[in-house]
């Protein structure tokens, strides 16, 4: 019925203290890149992870030329403003809570930047710093304050302020990513995740056509308890835990008829936003979770 395999992103239960995840057996999915094949995803029978199989030592490949959903290409006109009004609406309700104006941002993989950007419109100039695979910013981040991932790792550090957005359920070792992004701050910094929820309530209605099931880009997928054991074995201390509602009516429908994720479908997605915000707040099972954290060391 099931097997029980220590990996890196799971290699202890957040559950069964200091024993390894017990996994189901694994669930196939569509290989939403075409570069690597047969996927599938596997979970814990107690603590709730999920994790993509196969495991991959490099991920890189699979964002080369910037043609992954999660880059968001340069958008245009209306669909534009739609994604600057909702960026800038999160951007202004993370800062709200963590209750404080930081002086030096890290956005550690910024994708497309507009969400980067937004968040540096509403603080002061050069601010907020994005970072990602590539050596060139995105298109949304010329003229604003950019490092590659590897250049990141020659800058001083000292953020006070760290966001990981929809970040280390992309890496098969989540751990070693957070560590690495402890190691950017400073004693007063805090730590804003965010990740989708293994447990959301669209989850089974969508089945595999679920937007948050987007292999093989999606290495690992998170319940809460995952994500707090996660965040604790990496050495963070969670201060606050929230709800979100992510707008993924739209891409779901269209994984669901084969169709591309066009204008019409992100005005589809966003007329049925309060009908999906108002599904996830009554079961409890939002579409992502969101952690403010600290470092507990």
């Known amino acids: ?28 999915h569509p290989d939403r890149s075409g570069l690597v094949g047969s996927t599938s995803i596997k979970r814990c029978l107690h603590c709730g992870m999920g994790v993509t199989d196969p495991p991959l030592s490099d991920v890189a490949f699979l964002y080369e030329g910037r043609e992954s959903q999660d880059f968001q290409p340069l958008s245009t006109g209306l669909a534009r403003w739609i994604k600057s009004l909702a960026f800038t609406r999160e951007a202004r309700r993370i800062l709200h809570q963590i209750g404080r104006t930081p002086k030096r941002v890290l956005d550690f993989g910024c994708g497309s930047g507009l969400f980067t950007r937004c968040m540096g419109n509403l603080l ?15 298109a949304e981040l010329e003229g604003r304050p950019y490092l590659s991932n590897e250049q990141l790792s020659h800058d001083p550090g000292g953020f006070d302020l760290i966001m ?23 004693k007063e910094s805090t730590f804003v995740f965010e990740v989708p929820n293994i447990d959301c309530v669209w989850a089974p209605i969508f089945g595999r056509a679920w ?10 997928h998170f319940s809460r308890a995952s994500l707090s054991g996660t965040l604790n074995r990496a050495g963070f201390e969670v201060v606050r835990e929230i709800d979100v509602s992510i707008p993924s009516m739209g891409r779901s429908i269209a994984n669901l008829f084969g169709l591309r994720n066009t204008l019409p479908l992100l005005l589809i997605g966003a ?12 079961s409890r099972r939002p579409s992502a ?3 403010i954290a600290r470092a507990a060391d």
């Open 1 to 28: 019925m099931f097997e029980v395999t220590p990996t890196a992103a799971a290699s202890v239960c957040s559950v069964r203290s200091g024993e390894a995840c017990e996994f189901e057996t694994p669930e196939p």
């Open 124 to 138: 002061p100039e050069q601010a907020v710093l994005g970072s990602d695979f590539h050596p060139e910013p995105p």
């Open 164 to 186: 990981a957005m929809h970040v280390i359920e992309h890496d098969d070792d989540p751990v070693r990513v957070l560590r690495r992004l402890k190691s950017l701050g400073c």
């Open 211 to 220: 937007d948050a099931w987007y292999l093989p880009f999606h290495r690992v």
């Open 271 to 282: 007329a049925l936003h309060p009908i999906q915000w108002s599904a996830e707040k009554i």
């Open 289 to 291: 979770l969101r952690v």
